[in-house]
Every structure is written in C-alpha cells, then in structure tokens.
C-alpha cells in the first residue's frame, strides 16, 4: 500500500532546539517573578524551577502523560511566592518564561523547500510532544510554513505523550488514515522510532552519529536526507 503520509516530530527534526531550563537565561521572568513578591535570588529561581519541572517530567515518564506549561508554572509559582497565584500570574508567568525558552529554538535553512517538495507526493503532518498547545503551530507560522500541514497533533491537547500509542492513535484519526499509509520522521528513539513502529507505523530516525540500533535504511543525517530515502526505501510513496 502506498504511504501517502509523512508524520513529523517537530523539535529536533524540523527545528533545532535547546532543550535546557535554564541556559537561554530568564532576566524578564525573574523580574516578574520579584514583582510578585519572591526574595529568591536568580539561582534560587533557575534551581526552584528546574526542580518542580523535573517533578513533572518524573510523573509523566512513569505512564507518558502529558503536563500543561500552566500546571507546572502554577506549581511553582505556589512554592516561590508562598501563596496561591492570583488570577493572570500564571499566564503572565509562563508567557515570559517561554518567549526566553524560545530564544533556543533554530530554524533550519531551506526548510519551506524541503517542505514543498514533500507535499507534492505526500500529505503532511506534525506529531509532537509539547507543554504548550499553541507553541509548535506559532512556530510554524513564523516559519510560514504552517500551511504546509494537514494537522498538527500535541502531546498536551491528547494527554498523553510520545511514546504513549494514543497519540498515535489521534493523529492517524485526525488525518482519516491506517498507520499503513503513514511513515514517522523524528530523531529520539523511542517516540519517534520504537513508539509509531509498535504502532505499524514504519519510521525514519534522524541519527547521524549511529548511535541508535536502527536498520541502516531507516537512519537519516538529516530530515533533508528524506525526500531521497523516500525514493529508494521500501517505505516510500
């Protein structure tokens, strides 16, 4: 059957990212978070908030379900001020937080191209993990390549995250399609290779430096190495 779907992770694969808390630095939420009332120093807050986020991270890699960016900053804000957050904190709170994440997320050259020529055998789509539910498609849009894409699927609008086989399951429903129409192009292992093949979804790993035990013909430098594995795999158009 042909494969007439191409299922993308989104950062690591179609952006480059730094996944770090707190190397990006954080002045402006600091900042707020002093207006709010905190006494902690700059490295009290770095080290408060890493702790309560890796909290999260523990709860979800225990079953893969998914936390909302608002939990987590409500969570903390609660421990930093010592008092419940009033109604807007969090929301001012995580909005800052994520425009300096931001600041650590690269977008690949020659992307919309790379894009286009896809979509000309292919529908499009992106299945990501994600705290935010409009992160990943505001991204996209400021890449203006958010049209490109059928849907995009997120881990927090499912409840459950990569690679947890619902989510799977939602975006192969959302798209009206089998998993054997589908390939999954992503570069970490387990959600991106080991989940959507348990699933019957055949993937692509972004791997170049072999450090996954994956078949050599599903192991791409690159996601601008696609388009030609595509053409020569048994899991192409």
Request: proline share 6%.
């Amino acid at each position: 059957m042909p494969r007439t779907h191409i299922l993308f992770d989104f950062f690591g694969t179609l952006v480059d990212y730094s996944p770090s808390r707190t190397e990006q630095g954080y002045d402006s939420s600091y900042a707020l978070l002093r207006e709010l009332g905190a006494t902690l120093s700059y490295e009290e807050f770095l080290d408060g908030w890493s702790r309560t986020s890796a909290a999260f991270d523990r709860r979800s890699d225990a079953d893969d379900s998914e936390f909302s960016m608002t939990e987590c900053g409500a969570a903390y804000l609660g421990e930093a001020l010592g008092r419940a957050p009033r109604d807007g904190e969090v929301e001012e709170f995580v909005t800052r937080y994520l425009a300096e994440w931001n600041t650590g997320v690269r977008y690949l050259p020659g992307l919309a191209d790379l894009l286009g020529e896809l979509a000309a055998g292919h529908r499009l789509a992106v299945v990501t993990n994600t705290h935010t539910p409009s992160l990943v498609p505001g991204h996209l849009a400021a890449m203006g390549v958010l049209e490109a894409f059928d849907a995009v699927v997120t881990s927090v609008e499912v409840g459950w995250r990569k690679p947890h086989p619902r989510i799977y399951a939602v975006a192969l429903d959302t798209l009206g399609i089998e998993a054997s129409s589908a390939v999954f192009v992503g570069d970490t292992y387990e959600p991106d290779f080991a989940g959507p093949e348990r699933y019957g979804i055949p993937a692509f790993l972004i791997d170049p430096d072999r450090r996954a035990a994956v078949p050599d013909e599903r192991r791409l430098k690159s996601v601008f190495a696609l388009p030609e594995r595509l053409r020569s795999g048994p899991h192409g158009g």
